[in-house]
Structures are given as C-alpha cells and as structure tokens.
C-alpha cells in the first residue's frame, strides 16, 4: 500500500503536468503611451525605494495581477470578462480584470489581445466604472 501525497504536496515522483512547465503563454505589453510610462515609473522608483504607501500598494496589486494575467487571463481571482460596449466603440474585444475587489474606488485593469500572437496588451487602469460609465473609460494605443 502506498502513501498519497498530502494536500498542497507534489509527488515528485509524479510526471511532469501543464502546471510545471516553465514560462508563461503570454506576453504582457503596455500600451502607449499612459501604461507603458506608468508602469515603467513603478518600476523604476520601487528599485530605488521611492514609493509612498498608495504607489507601493498599486505596484504590488498590480504585479501579482500582471503575473496572474500571463498565466490564465480567465483565472478566478482577475473577473476577467469582456466589456462589450469597449468592445463596440474600439472595434475589438475589449476586456476588464480585476486587481482588487469589495474596495471602494477598486481598480480595474482595461486590456485586449495582441498586436501579436500570445501577447496581452494592458490599455489602462481605472477606478471601478458603474453601469453605463464606461464610456469615459481611456484606453491607451496598442504598441
């Protein structure tokens, strides 16, 4: 008789699944100019230690986010669904993911497929817009 493998443990001796192999399937690119700037600016002043509170909270949410995204952009934890009337007034599929949730203001992440095969293109970040609000909505340009 064997022993299982406790919950949450791998067997290493078990064969290579889908959830092991290295990389993710998709690219992430910003768009142009909002996004790229913006996440370019996280990045740099995170690596100098020059974030207050409020950015260093962004940053992370949206790291973890960005990481999930890449991996499975329908995972769970993102809500990611198509927001038709984007999707209407761009001319392509237009969808929103969460990066937090149950938050007042929670910020929503705008992004679409490509310019290129298995890429993702974020084209912005917005406070969570109510029904019939997401005309105001600004995306960024595709690179």
């Not at 009337?85 to 392509?92: D, E, P, R, V």
């Not at 992440?109 to 969570?128: N, V």
Request: charged content about 30%; hydrophobic content about 30%.
């Amino acid at each position: 008789m064997s022993k299982k493998p406790k919950p949450g443990k791998r067997n290493p001796n078990a064969a290579k699944t889908e959830d092991t192999i290295s990389g993710p399937p998709f690219e992430i690119r910003m768009g142009l100019p909002r996004m790229d700037c913006l996440w370019k600016d996280l990045t740099e002043r995170s690596k100098s230690g020059k974030l207050n509170a409020d950015e260093g909270k962004l940053y992370k949410k949206w790291g973890k986010a960005l990481r999930l995204l890449s991996a499975n952009p329908f995972y769970p934890g993102l809500s990611s669904h198509e927001i038709s009337g984007l999707t209407k007034k761009y001319g392509k599929k237009i969808f929103e993911s969460y990066l937090e949730n149950r938050t007042p203001g929670a910020t929503r992440m705008f992004w679409a497929y490509g310019p290129g095969r298995a890429q993702i293109t974020i084209l912005a970040l917005e406070p969570h817009p109510e029904p019939g609000e997401y005309g105001r909505v600004k995306l960024d340009l595709a690179p």
